[in-house]
């Protein structure tokens, strides 16, 4: 019997069309949305700073609600998410939820961002009269200048009003794409203006991935203490010993001060153990010279780069100095075992 085929099912290449044409109106969106940034974008950043760093002002440092609801809920859910891991105390509020007992989270010293692209959301209404009658600062994102979000708004981040990329311009697709942009700029907005640096950022990611990336080489080094050290007039035969003592796979050349001089690994080993009197030999002549070395405050994702792109070889350890001082040593395979490559 022959197989059925649907005449309706759109060929490969219409589909295609299709995520192309909706891209492209999301980006057009996003362009339109970039040029409508202005003092109102600053008076928000400027207000939610205020908010967090109340303490300077001798008042209870407050947190950015972010209120929504439907498809402008689940964004707002994003961009607390978003806020909070870029140091920004912020919590996500259901609108309708906050009619219901919700309410209660939300103090006098916090500030208020609602998602709705109408500003018309009956849900919304208990909220806005929250802020209103305690006095919470509230930044209205949405593209309805008319609205009653927009209206009793404190701030209002007017999106530019262009076409849903859904075919029948009804589903949240370019408003909702243009709203988490604009939270995306907030949160990135303030984290410039508190200067957060990559350890504190770690502190909000310590799991999965990016906490990964963010490990410093003192988190992963093996500490002097418990390195194989000797001095460059030691002969091999000892250093051959200290090396097998710790196994660590290389041991570093101080002088009598800690500073470094060389390191000797399982590979010089193998190049230089049919030298004539080996074991009488000093080590000084045996090592590596002016070895490569890292701070212990750089990223160890720095230390792997350096181990595993070094021309000609790569290396199996790199030695962690302060100054011109030896404080440590990190291992690839420690790296590799953390989950940075």
Do not use: W
Request: glycine share 8%; aromatic share 4%.
């Amino acid at each position: 019997m022959p197989t059925k085929t649907n005449s309706f099912a759109p060929s490969n290449q219409t589909a295609v069309d299709h995520a192309l044409r909706v891209i492209t109106m999301e980006i057009q969106g996003l362009q339109a949305l970039a040029q409508s940034i202005g003092d109102a974008f600053v008076r928000a950043v400027e207000i939610i700073d205020s908010m967090k760093n109340a303490a300077q002002q001798n008042r209870q440092p407050g947190r950015l609600i972010v209120a929504g609801i439907g498809k402008s809920g689940h964004v707002a859910r994003k961009i607390a998410a978003t806020m909070a891991s870029t140091g920004t105390p912020a919590y996500f509020v259901h609108a309708g939820e906050a009619s219901h007992g919700d309410l209660g989270m939300v103090t006098e010293n916090d500030v208020v961002l609602m998602l709705s692209n109408s500003g018309e959301n009956d849900e919304l209404s208990d909220l806005i009269h929250y802020t209103r009658r305690f006095a919470i600062p509230l930044i209205a994102l949405t593209s309805n200048p008319a609205g009653t979000l927009a209206k009793h708004a404190d701030i209002c981040l007017l999106m530019p009003k262009v076409a849903e990329a859904c075919p029948n311009g009804l589903a949240p697709t370019t408003s909702t794409t243009m709203m988490m942009a604009m939270g995306d700029a907030l949160a990135v907005a303030l984290l410039e203006r508190m200067g957060l640096t990559a350890e504190q950022f770690r502190v909000f990611h310590p799991g999965g991935k990016l906490g990964r990336k963010l490990l410093k080489v003192s988190d992963l080094m093996i500490e002097r203490a418990d390195m194989a050290i000797v001095q460059p007039e030691t002969t091999m035969d000892r250093a051959l010993i200290a090396l097998a003592e710790k196994n660590l796979g290389a041991l570093a050349v101080t002088d009598s001060h800690d500073h470094l001089i060389g390191i000797f690994t399982d590979g010089d080993l193998k190049r230089h153990i049919r030298t004539p009197d080996f074991l009488t030999r000093s080590i000084q002549g045996m090592m590596s010279h002016n070895p490569k070395t890292i701070a212990a405050d750089a990223l160890a994702a720095q230390a792997l780069e350096i181990m595993t792109h070094t021309p000609g070889h790569y290396l199996t350890s790199l030695l962690v100095t302060q100054g011109t001082k030896l404080v440590g040593m990190i291992r690839l395979q420690d790296c590799l075992k953390a989950g940075l490559a």
